[in-house]
């Protein structure tokens, strides 16, 4: 008999933790303060022989909010109101532990530093965003990939690759 209720009593204990686990849009869902910064590689379009330059992207930081838009589907938005800048507007959707952005295009500010040159420039990108975001405590961590192009002195350029993150803390 105390075999029967020990092992009914792990099994409760185990059945409780589970539901008390939030996966999909109740796990990433609320009011946030951001930060996204990184780096893009960029090269001349179509040519392979180029080395790529890395330039590091100016920082955004502002508040997000993360909504559900159909609880059942996992379909969240997200709104990031940028500090000194517009707000940006995006799909996702909540599968279990991780909420995938929908690809969507942004435009971005290249900041290009030139040897020898005293001004920096800022060629606009248009830039399609992808990427995932996975909650830790009271935080979200998006790792985002941007793809796209550019044109800066009659030259277009494409960016290679790009290493951008973004962490939100729960307000």
Request: charged share 20%.
């Amino acid at each position: 008999m105390n075999k029967i209720l020990t092992l009914c009593a792990a099994a409760a204990a185990v059945f409780l933790s589970a539901a008390c686990t939030k996966e999909g849009p109740s796990r990433f869902k609320g009011d946030y303060t951001f930060k996204t910064s990184g780096t893009v590689t960029v090269k001349p379009a179509g040519d392979d022989l180029s080395d790529p330059v890395v330039y590091s992207l100016q920082d955004e930081n502002g508040q997000m909010d993360v909504v559900a838009r159909d609880r059942s589907s996992g379909d969240m938005v997200v709104a990031m109101n940028i500090l000194g800048g517009s707000v940006l507007t995006f799909d996702a959707m909540a599968d279990g532990m991780r909420m995938t952005i929908t690809p969507f295009t942004r435009q971005i500010t290249i900041p290009v530093v030139e040897e020898g040159v005293f001004e920096t420039a800022f060629p606009v990108a248009t830039v399609t965003v992808t990427g995932y975001a996975e909650r830790y405590a009271d935080a979200l961590l998006f790792w985002i990939e941007y793809t796209g192009s550019y044109t800066y002195r009659g030259v277009d350029y494409e960016i290679a690759e790009s290493d951008i993150s973004c962490w939100a803390t729960e307000n």
